[in-house]
């Protein structure tokens, strides 16, 4: 079945359906969707609306501090708890909430199982958690499998059978795992998102994303830091560098896959009406990582003798059942400037945002680029026109704000987040199968339909209007 006419053998009748209307139809079956509270049939739990939502924290290091921040200047929400192994962490966070007005949160600590004993309190209603990517996935299961919301900073999941597990806990317990994936927040993005619903590139076919970012200082902070020795939390430098760096030795893969393939799979109704089903992936040599630690400390330091599995760029190349292609970078060893690298095409015209233009068929002169900021303001997407004043100051030019709104808020409403457990999943699955297309020299893989199906039902849901 076609997209169209898969689309349209549900709510929507006719031929000549446009996507503004498509999304509009989806609106109302989300509406509804909401208005049931709906849970997977035989979920161990039942979701209780809320007037504050009552969140805990696994993980208060500088990005879980930032969620801690954010969550404390609302009034809609109590701390109970925060959990995090590191002394300082724990200082510093209950410092925030002083700084908030806020009573310090009950602490657990002590061990790297403290977070067990902290999500079986029956005072949380949500858990957000920001540890190391190896915790992410058995953290968020125990969340869920003790009654609570899930959110997950990215990426959600390492392997496939982690992916699973984040689907099957969902499945059973009914408690929603919310990806925590702020980009599909930001205002650009979003006003984009506005754009593609409304048909103006047309039928979408081609497009790329990345996560492009020069990490080389974060991984090695100065170069001169032992690898392996970990740096003092907050002190002698990034304390990523405490658990990040292991990924760009041990493994070859698009290691952080969602701020990129986030935005995209809303765009492509991934998992509601489209779904990705293969993929393959290539890698460069090794090169920045070294040559950074020689030219920060010299040959001799023992650090020149890592050796890095992670190649430099890595390229993923996606399918869709739709018939789209997107091309997904991962490029963090080498000096460059930031950027996602967004580009979304189809048959009427093109964003890339790295250039911040646009064509418009049409609509843009001939052949030619246009300024993307009067359209991206046109489009502004509702939720930013609305909570603009309350995102001011909020991290990564304030798309932080919506991502913890929209928790808080499915939180209290007793509903299904906008991301969920099988976004987390088809998202996260891409640094797995990247890890074993490389490995086998590019060798397509398949994506598992971690809807098992229901793709073909589910609607988009993601910000139809200013609610979250
Ligand atoms: N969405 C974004 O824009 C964004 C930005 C930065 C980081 N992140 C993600 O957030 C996560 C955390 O990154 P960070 O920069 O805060 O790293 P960080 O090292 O500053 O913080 C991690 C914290 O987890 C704690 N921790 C480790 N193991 C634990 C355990 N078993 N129990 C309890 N606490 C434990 C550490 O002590 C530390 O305080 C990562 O997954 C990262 O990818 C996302």
């Not at 001011?392 to 709104?405: N, P, S, T």
Request: aromatic share 10%; glycine share 10%.
């Amino acid at each position: 079945m076609d997209r169209r006419t898969f689309l349209t053998a549900g709510t929507i009748a006719g031929a000549g359906v446009t996507l503004g209307a498509r999304h509009a139809a989806a609106a109302a079956a989300a509406a509804q969707d909401a208005a049931a509270h709906t849970v997977p049939a035989g979920a161990r739990f039942e979701r209780t609306p809320r007037e504050k939502a009552r969140i805990g924290f696994i993980g208060t290091g500088l990005r879980g501090r930032e969620h801690l921040r954010l969550i404390s200047l609302r009034d809609d929400t109590l701390i109970p708890a925060i959990c995090d192994i590191d002394a300082g962490a724990i200082a510093a966070s209950q410092k925030l909430l002083a700084d908030a007005g806020r009573p310090d949160a009950e602490v657990y600590t002590g061990g790297e199982y403290a977070w067990q004993d902290m999500i079986a309190r029956d005072d949380l209603d949500g858990v957000i958690i920001a540890t190391p990517w190896l915790w992410h996935t058995r953290m968020a299961v125990g969340v869920m499998k003790a009654g609570k919301y899930a959110g997950v900073e990215v990426s959600a999941a390492n392997t496939l059978e982690e992916c699973w597990d984040l689907v099957n806990a969902y499945e059973t317990t009914g408690m929603p795992c919310m990806i925590m994936e702020n980009v599909c927040y930001r205002r650009d993005v979003m006003a984009i998102l506005q754009m593609v619903r409304a048909g103006l590139f047309g039928e979408l076919l081609f497009l790329e994303c990345g996560y492009q970012h020069d990490l080389r200082e974060v991984k090695f902070n100065n170069g001169r830091q032992p690898y392996g020795g970990g740096v003092e939390f907050g002190e002698k430098g990034f304390s990523e560098a405490k658990w990040r760096t292991w990924h760009s030795v041990h493994r070859n893969g698009d290691i952080y896959p969602t701020h990129g393939i986030g935005p995209v799979g809303v765009y492509l109704d991934i998992n509601r009406g489209n779904r990705f089903t293969a993929m393959s992936s290539v890698a460069t040599k090794a090169r920045g990582l070294h040559k950074y630690i020689v030219d920060q400390a010299g040959s001799d330091h023992p650090n020149a003798s890592v050796r890095f599995k992670l190649g430099d760029m890595v390229t993923s190349t996606i399918q869709t059942q739709q018939g789209e292609t997107i091309i997904v970078k991962h490029d963090t060893n080498n000096p460059r400037p930031y950027s996602l690298g967004f580009r979304v095409q189809g048959t009427d015209g093109l964003w890339m945002d790295v250039m911040d233009k646009l064509h418009i068929e049409g609509r843009s002169p001939k052949h030619q680029w246009e300024d993307a900021n009067a359209w991206l303001e046109k489009y502004d997407h509702p939720l930013w026109k609305r909570f603009e004043d309350r995102a001011v100051g909020a991290g990564h030019g304030g798309m932080d704000f919506f991502v913890d709104h929209a928790f808080v808020e499915a939180i209290k409403a007793g509903v299904n987040t906008p991301l969920d457990a099988y976004d987390a999943a088809a998202w996260s699955a891409i640094t797995p199968l990247s890890e074993m297309s490389i490995a086998a020299g590019g060798a397509v893989q398949t994506f598992p339909d971690f809807t098992r199906g229901r793709w073909m039902t589910r609607q988009p849901v993601f910000s139809l209007d200013d609610s979250y």
